[in-house]
C-alpha cells in the first residue's frame, strides 16, 4: 500500500462534496461506483490508482468468470469443420462478428469485422494491400500513432507519394487550410487518408467531418478509433470511414490479443492481398500455380483464429453495453473537466505554472486523457520517467514517453524539423532512446499521460492532484 495518501486523504472528503455540488450530473452516474465495488474491487484492494486507459482497459470480473464458465462447460475444436466441437466454436466466432457489427451500428451490408491481433495488425493489413502506385498519395496528420506512421513505408516502396500535415499550437488540431487543400486536390490515382478520432499523445477528439468531406473527394479513409472507442460511441452508420482499426484489450481489458478492422465492403474489395495463407482461399494448388482468395472477411484473417479467447469478446462488448458507453463517457469527462481546473491552478509561489498541458484547456474537443510536463520555479521541466518513478511510489499507474505518437510529441513539445534531422543525421544507423534524449538537450524527450475509464473515481483524479501538488515550489535539482 502506498503511505503517501492517508495525508493526502484528509481533504478527500471535502474536495468531493465540493465537486458534487460543481458537477452535479455526475451523481447521474452512480452506478458506476457499484461496478466499480463489483468488478473492480481488486484496484482497491490492492489500493492501485490506475491512470492508463488508453494504454489498456480493465476487465471486469464477470467477464473473466463467463468465459472461464464457457470453456468449463464446452469442448471446441479448431473452427471451420463440420465436426461438433468445431461447429460449436465457428458459431460463437460468427456470433462475435455480428455482435462487433451490432455495437458499432455497421449494416452488414456495408461492413465487415475482420479480426486481427490488435489495431496495428489491422493497419498493417490496410498497408499492404493497399493499391499504393506512383499516382497516388498517402496523406495524414501529424498526429497518429506510429502503426499509422508505418504505412507509409507500404506507400514510399509503391512510389505513392506521402503528404502530412501540421497539427498547430495550442490546441493541437490539423491546419484546417492546409487539411483542406490537401484534400481538395486529391491525386488521379486516388489516395489514403488517415487521422485518428481521438489522439493518443493528447486526448484531442478530431472533427469527424473530415470522413465525409474526404470521402466526397475520393479519398479512402482511415479512422483510427483505437483510443476513442473505450470512452465514446462510434455510429457506422453516420460516420462512414473505409477502414477502422481497433483493438478490443483497450475497451474492455480482455482478451489482450485479439483486434478488428472495421471495412467498408467496397473498400475491402479494392486491397490487393500480397500473399494467401491458410484460412484466406478457397482454393490454392501447387502444380497449377494458382490461388483464389476468399471473398469478405475470410480473405484477411491468416491461419487460425484466436478462436478460445474470440467469444470473449462477444462477453466484453456485452459487459460495455449493459454498463452503456453512454454513461462512461459522461463520467470520465466530469472528472476530466475538474481535474483539468485543479491542475491548470497549480502554481508556483513565485508564478509559473506547475504544469503545461497539451491541447485544449478544456474538455471542448478532447477525450478523458490528459497529458502535460512538469515545470519547477525556475521554468525547467522534470524529466517525465522522474514523474513515473515517483509516481509508482503512490502505486500511480500512469504512461510516460510519447506514446508511440512522435509527430504529436515534435509539435506539443516544439521539436524543429531541423532540430530532429540533424539528430537523425549524426545517428545513422542506430538510434537509442538515450541518443534521442541527448540530442535534444535541454528540451523535454516526452510527456506524462494521464487517461480515465470505466473504472476510473473522484478519489482517482483526486489523489493524482495530490500527487502532482507535492511539486509545486519544488526543484528539479531537489530530486537528483
Ligand atoms: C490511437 C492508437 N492507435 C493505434 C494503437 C495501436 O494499438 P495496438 O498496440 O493494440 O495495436 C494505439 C495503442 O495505444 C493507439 O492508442
Known sequence: MSDLWPKCDTELEEMRDAFFESHPDYRETDSLDRIREREFGRLDASKQI?????????????????????????????????????KRIT?????????????????????????????SGALKMVGEAYPFS??????????????????REFARSKGSEIVYVPITLPDLHPDRRILKEKLDSRPKGGGLFAFPAQSN???????????PYARERGWD???????????????????KPDFVPLSFYKMFGYPTGIGCLLARRDALKKLHRPWFAGGTITAASVQGDTYYLAEGAEGFEDGTLNYLSLPAVKIGLDFLESVDVRMIHRRVMELTDWLLVQLVSLKHDNGPPLLRIYGPLSVENRGAALTMNFFDPDGQFFDHRLIERAASRWNISLRTGCFCNPGG???????????????????????????????????????????????????DVYRFLCFARQFVNRTVSDFT
Open 50 to 86: 490506475y491512470l492508463d486507459f488508453t494504454g489498456g482497459g480493465l476487465y471486469a470480473l464477470s467477464q473473466v468468470e463467463a468465459h472461464k464458465a464457457l470453456l468449463s462447460e464446452h469442448v471446441f475444436g479448431n473452427p471451420h469443420s463440420s465436426n461438433p466441437s468445431s
Open 91 to 119: 458459431l460463437l466466432v460468427e456470433e462475435t462478428r455480428k455482435k462487433i457489427l451490432k455495437y458499432f451500428n455497421a449494416g452488414e451490408e456495408e461492413y465487415v469485422a475482420v479480426f486481427t491481433p490488435n489495431a
Open 134 to 151: 506512383g499516382e497516388t498519395a498517402y496523406l495524414l496528420t501529424f498526429d497518429n500513432h506510429n502503426s499509422v506512421n508505418g504505412i
Open 201 to 211: 499523445f493528447s486526448g484531442v477528439q478530431h472533427d469527424l467531418e473530415w470522413i
Open 221 to 239: 479513409v482511415i479512422l483510427d478509433a483505437a483510443a476513442f472507442v473505450p470512452t465514446n460511441i462510434l455510429d457506422l452508420s453516420v460516420w
Open 409 to 459: 510529441r515534435e509539435i506539443a513539445l516544439e521539436l524543429s524539423e531541423s532540430e530532429l534531422i540533424t539528430c537523425f543525421a549524426h545517428a545513422k544507423p542506430r538510434l537509442t532512446m538515450e541518443d534521442f534524449r541527448h540530442c535534444v538537450d535541454g528540451k523535454s524527450s516526452g510527456a506524462v499521460r494521464i487517461s480515465l475509464g470505466l473504472a476510473s473515481n473522484f478519489t
